[in-house]
């Protein structure tokens, strides 16, 4: 029998990958004592990492994470009381002005309290849109660290790594041919392997590359190894 089980976001440290594409960054993260001001700006494209270490991060300050989108509906008061606070997608504030100035504020809240402040963006501040100078000119000059898209050694330890810890014995050649076609994520590699391991448990037949092409809708390839 099959069993459905529920995903969970793998979010600890330990289930961070360690690459050339964000070394860099993760050592800034982790370094958030010495941040400048105590703030700082994280950037990288979907699916380099930025909410994984935002969490890592969360985790180790006590901090709490708010989406930037809606920031004006968030108490901003008790937010800096609680402690340190992560902005996620922080550009999305630049689609209502009543964001952008919760932002704003927020900044200057936790300037005033001490507190330390993570914005993650998938792009640069001056690509965001903002309409408030003021919080333009405060992002900017924020410590910054980028994320790049995951290389293909990073992706290749990851897979080697979920297959592992789902016991699942896969041919040599399956990884390269993942890597070729699958989207460039380490949460995409975790949803890719744990569908192959439903469908093997569902299908009773071991991993394969032909079970891999239909998944990836490559069913031209359909050649099992």
Do not use: C
């Not at 529920?6 to 990958?17: K, T």
């Not at 993942?178 to 071991?206: H, N, Y």
Request: hydrophobic share 50%; no cysteine.
């Amino acid at each position: 029998m099959a069993f459905d089980l529920p995903a969970l976001d793998a979010y600890g440290r330990d289930d961070f990958f360690a690459s050339p594409a964000n070394r860099l960054a993760l050592a800034t993260v982790e370094n958030w004592a010495n941040w400048p001001d105590g703030r700082l700006l994280l950037t990288g494209p979907a699916g380099s990492g930025k909410t994984h270490l935002a969490h890592i991060w969360a985790a180790e300050t006590g901090a709490t994470i708010v989406p930037g989108a809606g920031l004006a509906a968030a108490r901003l008061d008790a937010l800096v009381a609680a402690g340190d606070v992560a902005v996620e997608d922080a550009e999305a504030v630049a689609r209502d002005p009543a964001d952008q100035t919760a932002l704003f504020h927020l900044l200057n809240l936790t300037a005033a309290q001490g507190r330390r402040v993570l914005l993650t963006s998938a792009i640069s501040p001056r690509d965001w849109g903002l309409g408030l100078p003021d919080l333009l000119s405060r992002v900017q000059a924020m410590q910054a660290a980028r994320l790049d898209a995951p290389d293909d050694a990073l992706l290749s330890a990851v897979l080697v790594k979920l297959f592992a810890d789902r016991q699942l014995v896969v041919p040599e050649t399956l990884i390269p041919y993942l890597l070729a076609r699958m989207e460039r994520s380490v949460e995409a590699a975790r949803d890719l392997v744990a569908a192959l391991d439903a469908q093997s448990l569902a299908s009773r037949k071991p991993v394969s590359r032909a079970m891999a092409a239909k998944l990836l809708d490559k069913a031209d390839d359909p050649a099992e190894y």
